[in-house]
């Protein structure tokens, strides 16, 4: 990941780039089991929940949300020159 950085920052916004990388690796080592978990748990009322239990891939919904928000992180900055 910092090669990925290095490469496309430039070197006036480089350090900058380089001070959020420990703040995204967090929230994606939080944030993401949270949301794995939340949308495949079988003890709750929700649409997801229904849907698990009545699935034979029960997550595959989490992990179709989780490639969605990849899709549109990508589509977005992707757009973004630098």
Known sequence: MPTVIGELSNPSTRA???????????????????IGGLLSSSTSDTIFAQAAKDSRFPYLIPCFHILTLLASYYRIWSSVAY
């Not at 900058?16 to 949270?34: D, E, Q, R, S």
Request: no cysteine; net charge neutral.
């Open 16 to 34: 900058a780039a380089f001070a959020y990388l420990p703040i995204f690796n967090w929230l994606g080592a939080v944030i993401g089991p949270l």
